[in-house]
């Protein structure tokens, strides 16, 4: 943790620009997409008694421009125009995975909170609407360290959104946003995404359990590497009943793309090679296992299944 960096204010005020920056195209943005429409709470699934809802943060927009890096903008044109897709705005719901047991309650991912960008931050008020009490919130599990993923475990009054549960995230997540060196390691808009990972994770350390690729971190949540997004992100495949599916978080953000062009460069990829790679390796998985998924960004309430098609794949919604 680096108390040093948060306190120092060229960094902070530094951040606080790369936000307004960030902001300034978004908000933009906003204006010319509108609202973004997305369902407030839906029961997806049941693996046995094991419960699968999902609740919406709401949504915002971004420039197409940052579907995808060194791909000529026309090839992206004319796959989104195939689509029925706009090719200057893409539109971005976040799906909250809950897991119900009974009583028991695991939410991957905490949304976006209020400091993010205008039409997130819904999941408080969408889980009230639901009738769904964040005290029975027993475990927060993040697939990563995003402000749309982490910054809402904490309320506007720096107050835990979940005041009984305990947090996980990969220790490789931890390590790389708590560096002194993470500003770094990010371009100049984005710094303001590290000030606030460092927040959030100092303010709910003592609760937060770090964990690794590979583990059963709560009974029947197994965590898969999917690193790329960022360097710790996490998938998680949740089983019960004989039959499971996977949250996907940010391994798979796009409807189009991620599917029919895994191989194309993110622009919002930490690591553009390995976010590809992932991509390749979680598709062919997801496919020979017949694996459903739910993806934080995909169409909502993003249940889906993937399709072989010809090279690639193809997204199929129920
Ligand atoms: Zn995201």
Redesign the pocket.
Known sequence: MSGRAIGDHSVLRRAFLSRRAFLGSAAALVVAGGAVRSARAIEVAALGARKIHVISDGGFVMPVSMLARDVAPEAVTTLLKAEGLPTDINTMVLNVTLIQDGEDWTIIDAGSGANFLPGSGKLATNLDYAGIPREAVKRVIFTHA?P??LWGAIDDFDSDLFPNASYMISEAEWAFWTAPDVFSKLPEDRHFFAAGAQRILKAIGDKTVRIKPGQEVAPGILAIDTAGHTPGHLAFEVAGGGSSLVVLG?AL?HRAISFQHPEWKSGSDQDADRGAATRRMLLDRLVADRLPFIG??LPSPGLGRAEKAGAAYRLVTA
């Open positions: 995003h749309d993923h940010d953000t934080y960004h």
